[in-house]
């Protein structure tokens, strides 16, 4: 994630800017810069490193003016550099960006083959050269910008200068967040609400496809086709703990809704996608390991469930995965050789922690996939691969289980590449694919308000249960977790085909059955096993995607359609509507969905 702020001010800006940086520090900090509008001119300051080096170049080299843009950097397209920090220019154009574009290549090629050249690696100064090549087309700035926008593939928030266009900001957002703030006679554009809580406690959030020109007095706020619209103006709390839960009810609604942004952040930390490489951290030489030994708790073991399936796969690499409860007490026939990997958000799960280190005890490397980078797996372990989907604060985990999957994934390709299993193009191949990940989740999302629907009957029932195949049966099992966890209705997980060696019994007209199934090479499988359900009176909630709507059998109680996804990432992409199933459930229910009954976040007692 990046940090971004705007301010169409009354006063002078870079101080503020400056001030603003500092509380978006959190999101990224590999380098920094801010850009003013004064005089018809536009000029920019960066440094790499932190915020405190971009204040050393402002002291020396000050900017004054009342109209300015700010970012603070994570690394996604380029290294940590001056010349790849933010704001990047192009032409007339100046701007801050916070996602990832895939389609940056392509767009660069096209822009070059044109005559124009390009200062940094990054996909950011791309979105700046395509608006000043559609101001150079003659096209006044927001039909220049909305021209531009129209042709990015991807995720971003941006706030854009325009050389010479005084008292005047644009902004967008698609897969990262944006929101306006109102002053007194200047007007804001920042990453989150505590970027802009200095100056205002007047938010209103830009919805996705959302675009914005703001000046000192207004915010002109269009949709994704153009339209004029408005969103609501909210009066935000000074305390951080409610400003950021931002526009949810529920620090869970807003996990699920922040994925998007928490993948595209841990995605473009295991690659390279400049060069279109994995970039694993950790020097670990998958080529000469035998065998990965995964040990986790409740979603964390789902999440590594799901790694076994990929890494298998993908690099003919054995993985075990086991709950760390059981592992830790049946003397396990270990043999070094072997790479333990402990899954876990918090790091400190009592029960992984021993598994951890009975591994280490045996003379295994370890490592750990972890959120807080300074927990005590962290410490103990021989390499720490971080999933930097930020403070996860909803006991049910939701952005923390697609950060780990997304690591997982990366983590399964570097395998393939280092064994020999797929060549450079391949690779090229499949990291395009996880950089596209964010956008599909973002868009799968979007099934909200066919969950939403779908809640009230599930709501109903007495049990609940989930079937899918292959990674789905992983899914399968997080799902049902999410439900009886938050809603406290009884729900199991089920590999498809175990149905009718017992659970079948279960299926009547009472029971909902939510199968996950996406088109792909178990989709057959996964379609037979509706029909049993369906002509036993089961109520089937199918999820799948265009292709599997299209050949689905007829009788479910209802479709529900996600994007189309490669098989890599489906996991990724199918994750949204099951979190946000068991969410409005347990809305329904009334129940404290953040703080569940008898749960704790992190479990670090037996
Ligand atoms: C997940 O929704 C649960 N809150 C729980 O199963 C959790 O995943 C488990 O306790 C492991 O926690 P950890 O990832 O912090 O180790």
């Avoid at 009354?10 to 959190?26: A, M, N």
């Avoid at 269009?222 to 949810?248: C, I, Q, T, W």
Wanted: charged share 25%; proline share 4%.
């Amino acid at each position: 994630m990046c940090g971004i702020i705007g301010i169409v001010g009354k006063s002078p800006v870079t101080d503020r800017i400056i001030e603003s940086l500092k509380r978006l520090e959190y999101r990224g900090y590999d380098s920094a810069g801010v850009a003013v509008q004064t005089g018809g001119k536009v000029e920019r300051r960066r440094a790499q490193g932190k915020i405190r080096a971009l204040e050393a170049v402002l002291a020396d080299s000050p900017l004054t003016a009342t109209v300015g843009i700010g970012h603070t950097r994570w690394a996604t397209h380029g290294v940590p550099s001056e010349r790849n920090a933010h704001p990047q220019t192009g032409g007339r154009v100046t701007l801050v960006h916070n996602g990832i574009i895939e389609n940056f290549a392509e767009l660069k090629a096209e822009l070059q083959k044109a005559g124009r050249t390009f200062e940094s690696e990054t996909d950011t100064e791309v979105i700046a050269q395509l608006i000043d090549s559609c101001l150079d087309a003659g096209q006044a700035p927001l039909a220049a910008f909305k021209s531009a926008l129209d042709r990015l593939t991807g995720a971003y928030a941006l706030a854009v200068l325009i050389e010479g266009e005084d008292n005047f900001i644009m902004g967008a957002r698609r897969g990262s967040p944006l929101v306006v703030g109102t002053g007194e006679g200047e007007m804001f554009l920042g990453s989150d609400a505590l970027a802009v809580g200095p100056f205002t406690n007047k938010v209103t959030y830009l919805e996705e496809g959302d675009y914005v020109a703001i000046d000192h007095d207004s915010a002109r706020i269009f949709d994704e086709h153009g339209a004029p619209v408005e969103r609501p103006m909210k009066v935000v709390s000074a305390s951080a703990a409610l400003v950021e839960k931002g526009n949810y009810r529920h620090f869970m609604e807003k996990e699920i809704h922040d994925q998007p942004e928490g993948c595209q952040h841990t995605i473009s930390a295991y690659i390279d996608a400049v060069a279109g490489r994995t970039a694993v951290p950790g020097g670990v030489d998958f080529a000469a390991l035998e065998r990965i030994q995964i040990v986790a708790c409740g979603t964390s073991y789902i999440a590594g469930v799901i790694g076994k399936y990929l890494i298998e796969r993908l690099a003919d690499l054995p993985v075990d995965v086991e709950i760390a409860s059981e592992f830790r007490y049946r003397e396990p026939a270990l043999r070094p050789g072997a790479l333990a990997i402990a899954m876990s958000q918090s790091g400190e799960t009592a029960d992984t922690l021993a598994a951890l280190r009975h591994c280490k005890a045996r003379g295994m490397k370890t490592a750990a996939v972890v959120n807080a980078q300074e927990s005590t797996m962290a410490r103990e372990v021989d390499v720490v691969w971080p999933i930097h989907c930020g403070p996860e604060i909803g006991v049910a985990s939701t952005k923390a289980f697609t950060a780990q999957v997304s690591v997982l994934i990366a983590i399964a390709v570097a395998a393939a590449r280092a064994r020999g299993r797929i060549d450079e193009a391949e690779e090229q191949r499949v990291v395009k694919v996880l950089l596209g990940a964010p956008r599909l989740i973002a868009e799968s999302i979007g099934l909200e308000d066919a969950v939403r629907e779908i809640a009230v009957d599930i709501a109903k029932a007495r049990d609940v249960l989930y079937l899918g195949r292959g990674p789905m049966s992983a899914l399968a099992l997080e799902g049902a977790l999410k439900l009886k966890e938050i809603s406290y209705i009884h729900a199991e997980g089920y590999a498809a085909g175990e149905l009718k060696h017992g659970p079948i019994a279960l299926v009547d007209e009472l029971t909902p059955v939510i199968i996950l199934a996406p088109f792909d090479s178990y989709f057959e499988k996964s379609a037979s096993n509706m029909s049993e359900v369906i002509a036993r009176g089961g109520q089937v909630v199918f999820i799948t995607d265009p292709e599997g709507a299209r050949h689905a059998p007829e009788g479910a109680k209802v479709v529900m359609t996600a994007p189309a996804s490669d098989p890599l990432i489906s996991t990724l992409v199918m994750a949204a509507p099951i979190q946000l199933l068991a969410y409005h459930v347990a809305v329904l229910k009334g129940a404290d969905v953040d703080q569940p009954r008898n749960l704790a976040k992190s479990v670090t007692v037996e």
